[in-house]
């Protein structure tokens, strides 16, 4: 089987030991995580595991019937890439001088569409959202620069199709409240 890129979308309840547990799945079977990000959902106190793998159709499905097990675990998905809106951000700390005594770097921060986010004396910070091609891109043109400090979020993203996600939540928090 071929692998493709997928999106797992873990929403759960906020509780100690559950991305431990996730990543023992993963683990078990020799998985690769390319990102994972975690945050709040668009429900109280319920939160959203987004975790890109690169495996095949059969794998992927097992995983996230496993996931779906674990206690804290209320729903699961995945996706593909073609089935989702998706981008990262970064940040890159570069040495001040060379954003005064450089002009090629302004022309690069311009063309890649990238925000200068603060300046100071010693450094200054551009932020960048995109695919990671473009991030990627981005840090290797700064390198020359002298690039002090790189980083790049996990993947975060939303479906282009309904999930059903929303009414499920619903009845978890109209439970919970109960």
Do not use: C, W
């Not at 089987?1 to 996730?22: A, C, D, F, Q, W």
């Not at 004396?121 to 002090?148: M, N, Q, S």
């Amino acid at each position: 089987m071929e692998n493709k890129t997928y999106t797992i979308s873990v929403y759960s309840e906020n509780n100690i030991g559950l991305l431990n547990r996730i990543s023992a799945i993963f683990l078990k079977r020799h998985i690769n995580l390319l990102s994972l990000t975690t945050s709040e959902s668009e429900i109280k106190d319920v939160f959203r595991f987004v975790i890109v793998v690169e495996v095949p159709s059969e794998q992927v499905r097992k995983v996230v019937q496993q996931i779906e097990k674990q206690i804290d675990v209320i729903k699961a998905f995945y996706h593909t890439d073609e089935e989702t809106i998706f981008q990262e951000t970064a940040l890159y700390k570069v040495k001040s001088s060379a954003l005064f005594e450089e002009r090629q770097i302004q022309n690069i921060i311009k063309h890649s569409h990238a925000n200068i986010v603060t300046v100071s004396p010693e450094f200054f910070v551009i932020e960048k959202t995109g695919f990671r091609e473009e991030t990627e891109k981005l840090r290797t043109d700064l390198a020359p620069y002298g690039l002090l400090q790189f980083v790049r979020s996990g993947r975060i993203s939303v479906t282009k199709a309904k999930m059903g996600i929303s009414e499920i939540l619903n009845t978890f928090k109209n439970n919970k409240n109960r």
